[in-house]
C-alpha cells in the first residue's frame, strides 16, 4: 500500500470503542455505587467524626468535592456516551472507505454529528 494511504482497522477501533464504553459504565457506576459514590453526597470520611480537621473533610465532600464531582459527571458522561455512539456509527463509512487519507472532513462530520462545531459543515477538503 502507498505511503499515502491509511488503512483502517476495525479489530483496534472496535477495541478502542469497548474500552471507552467501560470508561463510560465503570463513571456511571461510580456516581451511584461502591464505598465512595461520587455524588454531591460523596463521604470522604464517616459522619461521626469528633475531630475538627475530620468534621471539615466530611463538610467539604457533601458540599464542594460531591458538587463538583456530580457538575463534572453530569457534562462527562452523556458527553463520553455520545463519542462512544458516534464512533459505532462511523465504523460502517470508514471500513467502506477503505483509505482514511481520501475520506472528506464532512464524511465524519455526518458519521460524528458531536463533532459539528469543530468541523465546518462545507468542508469538503479531505484530510
Same mark, same amino acid.
Given at each position: 500500500?502507498?505511503?499515502? +494511504?491509511? =488503512?483502517?482497522?476495525? &479489530?483496534?477501533?472496535?477495541?478502542?470503542?469497548t474500552? /471507552?464504553?467501560?470508561?463510560?459504565?465503570?463513571?456511571?457506576?461510580?456516581?451511584?455505587? #461502591?464505598?465512595? *459514590?461520587?455524588?454531591? !453526597? =460523596?463521604?470522604l470520611? *464517616? &459522619?461521626t467524626?469528633?475531630?475538627?480537621?475530620?468534621? !471539615?473533610? %466530611?463538610?467539604? #465532600?457533601? #458540599?464542594?468535592?460531591? +458538587?463538583?464531582?456530580?457538575?463534572?459527571?453530569? %457534562? /462527562? /458522561?452523556?458527553?463520553l456516551?455520545?463519542?462512544?455512539? #458516534?464512533?459505532?456509527?462511523?465504523?460502517?463509512?470508514?471500513?467502506?472507505? @477503505?483509505? /482514511?487519507?481520501?475520506?472528506?472532513? @464532512?464524511?465524519?462530520?455526518?458519521?460524528l454529528? +458531536?463533532l459539528?462545531?469543530?468541523?465546518?459543515a &462545507?468542508? &469538503?477538503?479531505?484530510?
Amino acid at each position: 500500500m502507498p505511503a499515502d +494511504h491509511i =488503512v483502517f482497522n476495525a &479489530d483496534q477501533y472496535s477495541r478502542l470503542i469497548t474500552e /471507552l464504553v467501560e470508561l463510560s459504565n465503570s463513571l456511571s457506576s461510580a456516581v451511584t455505587s #461502591g464505598s465512595t *459514590p461520587l455524588s454531591p !453526597d =460523596v463521604r470522604l470520611q *464517616p &459522619d461521626t467524626q469528633i475531630w475538627q480537621p475530620a468534621i !471539615d473533610l %466530611v463538610t467539604a #465532600g457533601k #458540599g464542594f468535592f460531591g +458538587h463538583q464531582f456530580a457538575s463534572v459527571n453530569d %457534562v /462527562l /458522561l452523556p458527553e463520553l456516551t455520545n463519542l462512544c455512539e #458516534g464512533m459505532a456509527r462511523a465504523k460502517a463509512s470508514m471500513e467502506a472507505a @477503505g483509505d /482514511l487519507a481520501a475520506m472528506m472532513a @464532512g464524511d465524519f462530520n455526518a458519521q460524528l454529528p +458531536h463533532l459539528s462545531a469543530r468541523i465546518p459543515a &462545507d468542508t &469538503d477538503a479531505s484530510w
